[in-house]
T-cell receptor, first 117, second 113 residues
Framework: EAGVAQSPRYKIIEKRQSVAFWCNPISGHATLYWYQQILGQGPKLLIQFQNNGVVDDSQLPKDRFSAERLKGVDSTLKIQPAKLEDSAVYLC???????????????FGEGSRLTVL | AQKVTQAQTEISVVEKEDVTLDCVYETRDTTYYLFWYKQPPSGELVFLIRRNSFDEQNEISGRYSWNFQKSTSSFNFTITASQVVDSAVYFCAQGTNAGKSTFGDGTTLTVKP
């Protein structure tokens, strides 16, 4: 079974530029997450999708970050314009579970490392 | 709001030693879920275990064991007879019924030969 795929693995941009990350979850997984992991810290949830609907985006900085999940499968996360403090690894995860309770473990991709200069 | 605290930032042991990683959580939910994940140097987080808040049974899986104590809001992880391959960052997480997981900041374990 293929795992969670993410691209690009690495991206270097200058502040105020834009960047987009792509994620393809495990086939059949209804729930998809984007997490931000700053060096030395644990993953912090940015947005949670169930199928193609948003479940939780309370911690997404909506003035610069946006995310979508078209057709309930692939997802993209965009940052525009980027700030220095956005330098982090952006992790995509998926979970088989849906509905309530949604208690499934998360399957993570390898992450996309962003450096903002 | 949920909070997970892993007070040990780094631990270093010699191979074959036992090591315990501490995790303390805060939540107002009556039903919740606790997880441990491993992040090896390659970077990909890997699920290790999930416990439900209503099941305080401890669990053993090979060299790994987990101690869940609701009275102290702790979910500690012990590796017996550690090996070099156990070197990684370990994250404790607490999940809600809606599937939202809050992670601690991790404990970096180094096992020296």
């Amino acid at each position: 079974e293929a795992g969670v795929a993410q691209s690009p693995r690495y991206k270097i941009i200058e502040k105020r530029q834009s960047v987009a990350f792509w994620c393809n979850p495990i086939s059949g997984h209804a729930t998809l997450y984007w997490y931000q992991q700053i060096l030395g810290q644990g993953p912090k949830l940015l947005i949670q999708f169930q199928n193609n609907g948003v479940v939780d985006d309370s911690q997404l900085p909506k003035d610069r970050f946006s995310a979508e999940r078209l057709k309930g499968v692939d997802s993209t996360l965009k940052i525009q314009p980027a700030k220095l403090e956005d330098s982090a690894v952006y992790l995509c995860a998926s979970s088989l579970a849906s509905g309530r309770p949604n208690t499934g473990e998360l399957f993570f991709g390898e992450g996309s490392r962003l450096t903002v200069l | 709001a949920q909070k997970v605290t892993q007070a040990q930032t780094e631990i270093s042991v010699v191979e074959k030693e036992d090591v315990t990683l501490d995790c303390v959580y805060e939540t107002r939910d009556t039903t919740y879920y606790l997880f441990w994940y491993k992040q090896p140097p390659s970077g990909e987080l890997v699920f290790l275990i999930r416990r439900n808040s209503f099941d305080e049974q401890n669990e053993i899986s090979g060299r790994y064991s987990w101690n869940f104590q609701k009275s102290t809001s702790s979910f500690n992880f012990t590796i017996t007879a550690s090996q070099v391959v156990d070197s990684a960052v370990y994250f404790c997480a607490q999940g809600t019924n809606a599937g939202k997981s809050t992670f601690g900041d991790g404990t970096t374990l180094t096992v020296k030969p």
